[in-house]
């Protein structure tokens, strides 16, 4: 019988502090959402909802709200589209669902759940998996549903700018605690179920200005998200260097092959590896032990976790 206390934790994005132009409202309006959304899982997690269930509920809610690059308020396209991916894992089953490129589909991450249970594959990609989505009962949404404004005015000034597609929305006009023009927006959640089953979720709007067709590592299991008996991992940050680095899975590897413990694999991952290769952002990570660990190598992570029975915790700066 498991004895570890069961837990969750999620993410919103890594990126550079702002602190000096975001207003206490904004900070408070920012951690009362991830307690929010942290509390939610809480309940189901008390309910005896397995890890697959809680870190798939958070998502959704995460993709719901607005201030995170996922589902509704992801970030444009150079085309000025959303195409968004999303992937879900389960720990002790190794079964696993992704999607990449979803146009219509409200809330992506519940694509990736139904493309594990009902497909028959891992990952389905483009008009194909929205389709696919729609015959499984999932909501479909315009195309525009999932832009807003302050994003649409992002895209233009990044393209004004010529920038790269390393930026996210902008917060010019309403600072966000970390700088929306530095700042990865992906959304993910790690469980460890009353019953020691573990289970990661990532979603993503991508990044700001990405070339249409863009893939990066959230769908892309052991890049951005990774489950197993050992630790379940959702990463956030420069795509291209977390699929290089295989991140995800390098932190189960780690802690498998070489003996180390949670915390130094995900140190070495988040401060060496990644760094190597030009990799700025973080991750979310729960032991099989129940050990929790929040690494990243911005100057803050929109962040929180909570233990059965003991009070939410959310930060975003150091
Ligand atoms: N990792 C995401 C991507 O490359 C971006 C992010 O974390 O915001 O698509």
């Known amino acids: 019988m498991n004895t570890k206390p069961a837990m969750l934790a999620i993410h919103g994005g890594a990126g550079t502090i702002l602190r000096q132009t975001?207003?206490?409202e904004t900070e408070q309006a920012y951690l009362q959402a991830l307690r929010d959304i942290l509390?939610?899982?809480e309940v189901l997690l008390a309910q005896g909802a397995t890890a697959l269930d809680v870190v798939q509920a958070c998502v959704c809610l995460l993709e719901e709200n607005e201030r995170f690059n996922a589902g509704r308020g992801a970030v444009?396209?150079?085309a000025a589209t959303h195409e968004l991916d999303a992937s879900i894992m389960e720990g002790h089953t190794r079964r696993a669902g992704a999607v990449a490129g979803l146009r219509t589909t409200r809330n992506p991450v519940r694509?990736?759940?139904a493309v594990m249970e009902f497909s028959g594959h891992v990952m389905l990609i483009g008009p194909a998996a929205d389709a696919f989505a729609m015959a499984q009962g999932l909501e479909q949404v315009a195309p525009d549903w999932f832009g807003t404004p302050q994003r649409l005015?992002?895209?233009r000034r990044v393209q004004g700018e010529g920038g790269a597609a390393i930026l996210d929305h902008d917060g010019a006009q309403c600072p966000a605690p970390l700088d929306e023009r530095q700042k990865f927006g992906t959304v993910g959640a790690v469980a460890?179920?009353?019953h020691g089953r573990l289970a990661a979720a990532t979603s993503t709007g991508g990044m700001t200005n990405k070339k249409p067709?863009?893939?990066g590592d959230s769908p892309i299991l052991g890049a951005g998200c990774y489950a197993d008996d050992t630790v379940a991992i959702s990463c956030t940050g420069t795509g291209e260097a977390f699929m290089r680095s295989v991140a995800a899975h390098e932190v189960s590897a780690q802690m498998r092959y070489?003996?180390?413990s949670l915390e130094a694999a995900c140190e070495d991952v988040v401060g060496e590896r990644l760094p190597a290769v030009g990799g700025q952002g973080g991750l979310i990570a729960v032991s099989h032990k129940g050990e929790l660990c929040l690494p990243f190598n911005t100057e803050g992570m929109y962040r929180g976790w909570v233990r059965l029975g003991e009070a939410a915790q959310a930060r975003i700066f150091r």
Do not use: E, I
């Open 76 to 78: 444009y396209t150079a």
């Open 22 to 24: 975001t207003s206490l």
């Open 213 to 215: 067709g863009r893939v």
């Open 258 to 260: 070489l003996g180390r």
């Open 153 to 155: 005015a992002q895209l």
């Open 111 to 113: 694509a990736a759940r």
């Open 192 to 194: 460890l179920d009353a």
């Open 39 to 41: 509390r939610a899982g």
